[in-house]
């Protein structure tokens, strides 16, 4: 099936720090999503994103849609230790989602 | 609710035994999905009801699962005989037509 390829697999930073991630495909999406996933948590939506080129900000979070629709990503800027999580990008195929494999982000205080 | 709701938060079950996991959309969401997490895994599509569409049962892994949706609302997820591999964290989804996916809290499956 359609895969999302996510990067990096995981991050250590130090609070403060600005963090980037994406996410890659070989396919075109029409959207990209971003999640951010706490320990025994669901995914929680954190950004949407519908047009090509679409740069939208949430607080600290800042994505964008790749001008190619191919590709995605997520800027956290000073970081804080409540951003500990696991964060995905999604977009959808047929209704139903699919997932990058994830970046785990560990922030020291 | 304000949210979707998953019940129960844990199960511990025998292998060979029949579980079953209960979803509660978010009320007015027509659309409801089930997916499954492995420990350090994304998430992986099982199945999806749209209002009264057929639903999409392309992602169960085998026959022993199989999901519902009563009334347009409530969704069970029952898996007959499990098997250690189905250990894993159940989720569960729904969002209004061409909305974004809301997450519910997941129910904790543990097959010994």
């Known amino acids: 099936g359609q895969q999302l390829n996510q990067s990096p697999q995981s991050m250590f930073i130090q609070e403060g720090e600005d963090v980037s991630m994406n996410c890659t495909s070989s396919?075109?999406?029409?959207?990209w999503l971003w999640y951010k996933q706490d320990p025994g948590e669901g995914p929680v939506l954190l950004i949407a994103l519908y047009k090509a080129g679409e740069l939208t900000s949430n607080g600290r979070l800042t994505a964008q849609f790749g001008i190619t629709r191919k590709d995605s990503f997520l800027n956290i800027s000073a970081s804080i230790p409540s951003d500990v999580g696991i964060y995905f990008c999604a977009a959808p195929q047929g209704g139903k989602l699919i997932f990058g494999q994830g970046t785990e982000l560990s922030v020291k205080p | 609710g304000a949210g979707v709701s998953q019940s129960p938060s844990n199960k511990v079950t025998e292998k060979g035994k029949d579980v079953e996991l209960r979803c509660d959309p978010i009320s007015g969401h027509t659309a409801l999905y089930w997916y499954r997490q492995s420990l350090g895994q994304g998430l992986e599509f099982l199945i999806y009801?749209?209002?009264?569409?057929?639903?999409?049962k392309s992602g169960l892994p085998s026959d022993r699962f199989s999901a519902e949706r009563t009334g347009g609302s409530v969704s069970t997820l029952t898996i007959q005989r499990t098997q250690q591999e189905d250990s894993a964290v159940y989720l569960c989804?729904?969002?209004?037509?061409?909305?974004?996916?809301?997450f519910g809290p997941g129910t904790r499956l543990t097959v010994l």
């Open positions: 989804a729904s969002s209004s037509p061409a909305g974004a996916q809301y």
């Open positions: 009801f749209q209002g009264n569409s057929a639903p999409d």
């Open positions: 396919s075109i999406f029409n959207t």
